[in-house]
């Protein structure tokens, strides 16, 4: 009689126990599924929300304004950094020739990319629309054999009086030849180069995709000659620019004898360089029937040109010869980081 208690305490610890593991296999089974249900889709929701969110690094910003040297309304598209309007900090800036390719060029994919990668500085980009594309890309100094590129000295005044300074006043952007770039395509990179070229204390940089450096001042038939008729090529063999990097007194810089001081710091004059990209496709032509398609001759001769001035592939040069290549925007665009990361590439 004595053990009916603690039989029945045992008993009633067992049915209690039994209860317990009853209601959770309940609540295993049937409630928290329920519960997990209902809460799924809210979960599932926030991640895909947050995996599905745009990355946007930039900022596309279209603008346009008179220009009097070119009698035209130029049309620019300014692209900057994701930052841009919420710091104060000044930006590097590349300024590109046929800025109404963008689109077809897919820089906001381009940028995504190497911002992502974190391989380049941010910057700002200045695209240019072209407007009389023939006749204001070119060399400044000369026009071609057809009279093609007639406009490019008046072009070249736009880009140093009129939108350097507007971009200057308009945007954060750093002033110095150490900071300022400029590229282009076919005859665009032509005109880029032409630009830098002469202006080597406003810019530090060009990259010319497929520049057309065939530019000459004979038709082929008019007992054309390679070494005298290529118009850029002559023009970098008699310029004044050379790749030593030689130094200037910085006393010149001013007049007042109270400002100079005893033993004035020689400074570096300022050399470009040069980042130059040929396609194996880009055209068909060999006029001297050498095997080597005129667009990569006449790149490569002009690095010979560039050479003989003292410039230094590694150093002052980089060329970028794509196999399978076109003279268009798709390869100009799969080859644009290399040149992104070559002019803005963060330092190590």
Not at 175 to 196: H, K, M, P, R
Request: proline share 4%; net charge neutral; aromatic share 12%.
């Amino acid at each position: 009689m004595k053990k009916e208690p603690e039989q029945k305490n045992q008993n009633g610890q067992k049915d209690s126990k039994s209860a317990f593991y009853f209601f959770l296999l309940i609540y295993q089974s049937t409630i928290l599924p329920a519960f997990f249900v209902f809460l799924f889709p809210l979960k599932a929701f926030t991640v895909l929300k947050h995996v599905d969110t745009t990355f946007e690094p930039v900022i596309r910003q279209e603008t346009s304004f008179h220009s009097n040297a070119l009698h035209r309304t130029v049309v620019l598209d300014v692209v900057l950094p994701a930052d841009y309007h919420h710091s104060t900090r000044s930006y590097k800036v590349l300024y590109m020739n046929d800025g109404q390719d963008l689109k077809r060029l897919h820089m906001t994919e381009v940028l995504e990319k190497v911002y992502r990668s974190a391989q380049v500085e941010p910057f700002v980009l200045v695209a240019i629309h072209c407007g009389d594309r023939i006749q204001e890309y070119g060399t400044a100094a000369q026009a071609d054999y057809a009279h093609r590129g007639a406009k490019a000295g008046a072009y070249t005044n736009f880009v140093l009086n009129e939108l350097m300074p507007y971009i200057q006043e308009n945007f954060r952007v750093l002033i110095g030849a150490e900071n300022t770039a400029f590229c282009g395509f076919s005859l665009g990179g032509l005109s880029a180069f032409d630009i830098v070229w002469h202006h080597p204390g406003l810019f530090g940089k060009v990259g010319a995709f497929s520049g057309s450096f065939w530019w000459r001042r004979r038709a082929y038939e008019n007992h054309y000659d390679d070494e005298n008729d290529r118009i850029m090529h002559r023009l970098v063999r008699l310029s004044p620019v050379s790749g030593l990097q030689s130094t200037v007194d910085d006393s010149s810089k001013t007049e007042n004898p109270k400002q100079q001081t005893a033993n004035p710091k020689p400074q570096t004059q300022n050399t470009p360089q040069f980042w130059l990209q040929t396609g194996t496709e880009d055209e068909k032509d060999d006029r001297n029937n050498n095997g080597v398609i005129d667009s990569i001759e006449d790149t490569l001769d002009l690095i010979a040109e560039l050479e003989k001035k003292g410039f230094r592939w590694g150093r002052d040069i980089r060329y970028v010869e794509v196999k399978g290549g076109h003279h268009n925007q798709a390869t100009w665009s799969a080859i644009m980081p290399d040149f992104l990361i070559w002019a803005f590439g963060k330092i190590k």
